[in-house]
């Protein structure tokens, strides 16, 4: 198997266990009239806007964590296996530093958006 068909089994391994062992949320919430599971747009116009907004950040922040944690694992796996090798160590640490620097720009977009967004988004 080579590594990329390792990857690609993780995360089709994430998106399936996320899938069955998250909770089921009852059919509550009413967002123009369609009865909806996750989404909750409560208001109208553009507080309804803003609330699917908070949302949707909500869920990506969940899953930027769980693809991070993933790029972390992934970035030891290669330094265990480098074996000393200096180009294996290498792409180690640019998958650590990639995954940083994605995570510094989501938490801008996130703090941009807090900031534009009345009241906040995790509120």
Not at 23 to 50: F, H, K, M
Not at 60 to 71: E, H, K, M, N
Not at 79 to 86: C, L, Q, R
Request: net charge positive; hydrophobic share 55%.
């Amino acid at each position: 198997m080579t590594k990329r068909n390792i990857i690609i089994s993780i995360f089709i391994a994430t998106v399936i266990a996320g899938s069955v062992f998250i909770p089921r949320i009852a059919l509550a919430a009413n967002c123009g009239g369609a009865e909806t599971s996750v989404i909750s747009c409560e208001g109208e116009g553009s507080t309804a806007i803003i609330n699917i907004i908070k949302q949707v950040i909500k869920i990506l922040t969940a899953g930027v964590g769980i693809a991070a944690f993933g790029a972390v694992v992934y970035g030891a796996f290669l330094y265990t296996t480098s074996e000393g090798s200096p180009d294996k160590v290498k792409k180690a640490r640019e998958v650590w530093m990639n995954t940083v620097i994605g995570l510094l720009m989501f938490a801008f977009m996130v703090a941009i958006t807090n900031f534009i967004i009345p009241g906040g988004v995790f509120n």
